[in-house]
């Protein structure tokens, strides 16, 4: 079972949050990462941008899994994917 956290934080004069350092290694993030901030029912959540995208290469995942395909049926689709571009774009052999 997951563990909740949950910490009082002042808004700054330039609306600025500093974050506690256990909230910080619980949510993976560190300085410079970026947050997705949204608002439902009066409750702020904070989510990180790179959880969106694991959520999207999941789906990814699971859509691979579904139809399937193999891996290497996948990567020969894409050669040929890609040799038919390069002679499209460039004349060249493939």
Known sequence: MARRLGSEVALR????LTLPADIC???????????????EGGVLTARP???KALDALQEIRNAFERS???EGELLQAARSARRAMTRERHGAKG
């Open 13 to 16: 004069p330039k609306r600025q």
């Open 25 to 39: 290694e619980a949510l993976g993030i560190g300085p410079g990462d970026l947050l997705e901030l949204s608002v």
């Open 49 to 51: 941008k790179k959880a």
């Open 68 to 70: 399937g395909i193999s």
